[in-house]
């Protein structure tokens, strides 16, 4: 079956850095376009950043363009999450997941498989 594991997430400054990483299995990951998504306590869902399935087309939200870079590395069949300038209201579960719509795919429900997320916390 389809797994998709998130990694790196964890407690870091404002104005700090985190890598996080989603490794997949048991699909066919270059058919997928990924995305990573946030959801912070009582908030709801909400999309991140996405990349296309070759990694040329990429996409992000407002709040974090400029300071996440989304890559992918299809022969280790894993996506990244570069997060630079953390700010507290950064802090979430982040999730990744996949779909075959565009990169510009950012309703949660577009999405057909999910992880199970990595709690990254952002202090002041």
């Known amino acids: 079956q389809v797994q998709l594991v998130e990694s790196g997430g964890g407690l870091v400054q404002a104005g700090g850095s985190l890598r996080l990483s989603c490794a997949a299995s048991?699909?066919?990951?270059?058919?997928?376009?990924m995305g990573w998504f946030r959801q912070a306590p009582g908030k709801e869902r909400e999309f991140v950043a996405a990349i296309s399935w070759s990694g040329g087309n990429v996409y992000y939200a407002d709040s974090v363009k400029g300071r996440f870079t989304i890559a992918r590395d299809n022969a280790k069949n894993t996506v990244y999450l570069q997060m630079n300038n953390l700010k507290p209201e950064d802090t979430a579960i982040y999730y990744c997941?996949?779909?075959?719509?565009?990169?510009?795919?950012?309703?949660?429900?577009?999405?057909?498989?999910w992880g199970q997320g990595t709690q990254v916390t952002v202090s002041s």
């Open positions: 997941a996949a779909t075959v719509g565009s990169e510009r795919s950012v309703a949660p429900p577009l999405y057909s498989d």
């Open positions: 048991g699909l066919a990951f270059i058919r997928y376009t």
